[in-house]
């Protein structure tokens, strides 16, 4: 149907049982991605994302270098929001940030 990207593209994947996720993605992608692109004139400072896919799985963008006149948040999320801080472990091999 040329679609190409959206929840069209994505969600049907995640339906597929694991045992047959291999051969049902074989002609898929080989990762998925997603680009964000924030125009320069933005006054974007932060926001939040969410996976509709994946329960939990959400965050806080920051955006490098934004306008001086950047937005503030309406209401910004308390730094424990999303769980304890990660343990030293984590950050050094990856597996946060």
Do not use: R
Request: proline residues 8%; contains cysteine.
């Amino acid at each position: 149907n040329g679609t190409v990207s959206g929840l069209d593209v994505y969600e049907p994947a995640f339906q597929i049982p694991e045992d047959q996720w291999e051969e049902a993605v074989a002609d898929a992608p080989a990762s998925y991605s997603v680009k964000i692109t924030i125009p320069e004139d933005s006054k974007t400072k932060e926001f939040y994302y969410f996976c509709h896919i994946h329960s939990g799985m959400s965050g806080l963008m920051v955006v490098t270098d934004p306008a001086e006149d950047a937005n503030e948040l309406v209401t910004p999320l308390a730094s424990d929001y999303y769980g304890a801080p990660p343990e030293a472990f984590d950050v050094q091999c990856g597996t946060y940030d």
